[in-house]
C-alpha cells in the first residue's frame, strides 16, 4: 500500500512564503514522477507542478517564477517552495504520484491560506 504524506501548510500573509513536503512510503511500483495539484472552493483541481524521474519539470503558468518544485529520490521525497504567494493561490494542495504502470495515488491534502 503506498501512502503520501505532505506537511508545510498554513497561514501566510500575501508576499509571503511557504515549503510544502510529501514522503512517499510503502510497495511503491515503479515511480514515472510526483507533483503537487491544488483545489479551491468550488473550482476543480489543477495541476500545480510535476517533476518527473528524469528531473524534469512543469508548471502552471500562474506559478511559473514563483514556485519551485523539487524532489530527492532516494528518499521518496518531493518539495515545493512557494515565493511570493498570493490570495489566488489560496486552496488545498495535494501531493501526487504517478507509475509507469498507469497508477495514481494521492496524499490527504494540506491547507494553503494567503491573507491580503
Known amino acids: 500500500q503506498v501512502q503520501l504524506v505532505e506537511s508545510g501548510g498554513g497561514l501566510v500573509q500575501a508576499g509571503g512564503s511557504l515549503r510544502l513536503s510529501c514522503a512517499a512510503s510503502?510497495?511503491?511500483?515503479?515511480?514515472?514522477?510526483m507533483g503537487w495539484y491544488r483545489q479551491a472552493p468550488g473550482k476543480q483541481r489543477e495541476l500545480v507542478a510535476r517533476?518527473?524521474?528524469?528531473?524534469?519539470?512543469d508548471y502552471a503558468d500562474s506559478v511559473k517564477d514563483r514556485f519551485t518544485i523539487s524532489r530527492i529520490q532516494a528518499k521518496k521525497t518531493v518539495s515545493l517552495q512557494m515565493n511570493s504567494l498570493i490570495p489566488e493561490d489560496t486552496a488545498v494542495y495535494y501531493c501526487n504520484l504517478k507509475t509507469y504502470g498507469g497508477a495514481d495515488y494521492w496524499g490527504q491534502g494540506t491547507q494553503v491560506t494567503v491573507s491580503s
Open positions: 517533476i518527473t524521474i528524469g528531473g524534469r519539470s
Open positions: 510503502g510497495s511503491i511500483p515503479s515511480i514515472n514522477g
